[in-house]
């Protein structure tokens, strides 16, 4: 079981990116993935998280607006499209789940992928 973000660049402000979360060894639909990301210096956040049940989805306040995380099922992926980027957006982003339907992002996941760094700047 493993999950494998990819996307990150070097995007100006007010530039756009999109992130892909990849799963290997189980089907992405059947459980709630949530996305991270973590600062230099700073503590990890929750950006936001997708359920399976409906795919509600949730979005800290700081990305609401700009983010849109969505499934795609045919490629087996959760994809976090990001716009309007800013400077503060700068991160290693990472993808996670605990194989479960629990879409929170103070929850504690268990399964973590290896993060993709996303870097804003002019």
């Known amino acids: 079981v493993q999950l494998q973000a990819s996307g990150g660049g070097l995007v100006q402000p007010g530039g756009s990116l999109t992130l892909s979360c990849a799963a290997s060894?189980?089907?992405?639909?059947?459980?709630?993935i949530g996305w991270f990301r973590q600062a230099p210096g700073k503590k990890r956040e929750g950006v936001s998280c997708?359920?399976?049940?409906?795919?509600?989805?949730v979005y800290a306040d700081s990305v609401k607006g700009r983010f849109t995380i969505f499934r795609d099922n045919a490629k087996n992926t959760v994809n976090l499209q990001m716009n309007s980027l800013k400077p503060e957006d700068t991160a290693v982003y990472y993808c996670?789940?605990?194989?479960?339907?629990?879409?929170?992002?103070?929850?504690?996941?268990?399964?973590w992928g290896q993060g993709t760094l996303v870097t804003v700047s002019s």
């Open positions: 996670a789940t605990d194989l479960e339907d629990v879409c929170s992002l103070s929850y504690e996941y268990g399964v």
């Open positions: 060894g189980f089907t992405l639909d059947y459980y709630a």
């Open positions: 997708i359920s399976s049940s409906d795919s509600s989805t």
